[in-house]
């Protein structure tokens, strides 16, 4: 389990992992948040964010904070399907 999985859950916010492969070989991993906590319609599609952290950094700034205070949960609890990213070279 990564950190950011780690962190998703001790939230309690519901997640999906996926490692995706580039054509080079290169396993990237990608977290996804759904919807928020308190969202009672999971089946509704709803608007898709990524976030993409900088260099030198990794995809766990956007959830680093508790809930109130991270972006990711923020956009979830807001209604976004949210997507975290990682580039390469990074944990």
């Given at each position: 389990?990564?950190?950011?999985?780690?962190?998703?859950?001790?939230?309690?916010?519901?997640?999906?992992?996926?490692?995706?492969l580039t054509?080079?070989?290169?396993?990237?991993?990608?977290?996804?948040?759904?919807?928020?906590?308190?969202?009672?319609?999971?089946?509704?599609?709803?608007?898709?964010?990524?976030?993409?952290?900088?260099?030198?950094?990794?995809?766990?700034?956007?959830?680093?904070?508790?809930?109130?205070?991270?972006?990711?949960?923020?956009?979830?609890?807001?209604?976004?399907?949210?997507?975290?990213?990682?580039?390469?070279g990074n944990?």
């Open positions: 389990m990564t950190i950011q999985s780690e962190t998703i859950s001790y939230w309690v916010y519901p997640h999906e992992a996926y490692e995706v054509a080079d070989g290169y396993i990237l991993l990608l977290y996804r948040i759904p919807h928020g906590k308190n969202d009672s319609n999971h089946s509704v599609q709803k608007p898709v964010v990524y976030l993409q952290h900088g260099v030198l950094l990794t995809s766990s700034i956007w959830i680093s904070n508790p809930p109130n205070n991270s972006l990711g949960f923020l956009l979830a609890d807001a209604g976004y399907d949210v997507w975290v990213a990682n580039n390469r944990r």
